[in-house]
């Protein structure tokens, strides 16, 4: 069955320093990734996604992923964090191996912390 | 471009009240409609979805029950609610036909059973 994790609930990092916030899925095929955040009391927004083609992936907000087939992963990163990225982070995950409808797996999120 | 309207806000209901959230998608049509919740502090659950005009599928068994009386319509009601309900409820919609779409997401009901 296709499964995405994210083993971090909570993270805390220094305000400025680097962010790295994990996800592995699992799959038969080749996935299609997503990460959204939701900030408090809101809905959740897009940040980046992976379809097909560079493995790097830009995002709004300064985010950015990469996808790692040898290790099933799509690790979120920031070089610098801001107070305002205090939020809660998902992964989801979909593939195109089947026909028909199908819905995105979604992460349990992780929640960031921001220190000042 | 498309935009998704969910409402209202908040929302603080007595025991055995009924509820209606509704959530409407404009700019695109034949959309895929889905109700998530959040309880306090967990992740994201599937309520239901639908893939078209009356058509709705159930995720999980509860007290709650989901309609689309219109392409862009999703409504999620129940009878009598239970504090059990209480949660933040989420409307999204995705493209259809084949392929991996991406979610779009209301802006979320924080619903307080009392």
């Known amino acids: 069955a296709q499964s995405v994790t994210q083993p971090d609930i909570h993270i805390t990092v220094s305000e400025g320093a680097s962010l790295e916030l994990r996800c592995n899925y699992s799959y038969g095929a080749t996935p299609y990734l997503f990460w959204y955040v939701q900030s408090p009391g809101q809905g959740l927004q897009l940040l980046l996604k992976y379809f097909s083609g560079d493995t790097l992936v830009q995002g709004i907000k300064g985010f950015e992923a990469e996808f790692k087939r040898s290790q099933s992963s799509f690790n979120l990163r920031k070089p610098s964090v801001h107070w305002s990225d205090a939020a809660e982070y998902f992964c989801a995950v979909g593939s195109d191996a089947y026909t028909g409808f199908q819905k995105l797996v979604f992460g349990t999120g992780t929640r960031l912390l921001v220190s000042p | 471009s498309q935009t998704i309207h969910q409402w209202p806000a908040t929302l603080v209901q007595p025991v055995g009240s009924p509820l209606s959230l509704e959530c409407t998608v404009e700019g695109t049509s034949n959309p895929n409609l889905y109700w998530y919740r959040q309880a306090a502090g967990r992740g994201l659950q599937l309520l239901f979805y639908s893939v078209g005009i009356g058509q709705i599928s159930s995720e999980v068994p509860q007290n709650l029950s989901a309609s689309r009386p219109q392409d862009r319509q999703f409504i999620l009601s129940s009878k009598k609610l239970l504090l059990s309900d209480s949660g933040f409820y989420l409307c999204?919609?995705?493209?259809?036909?084949?392929?991996?779409?991406?979610?779009?997401f209301g802006s979320g009901t924080r619903l307080t059973v009392v």
């Open positions: 999204a919609w995705s493209r259809s036909g084949q392929g991996v779409h991406g979610y779009t």
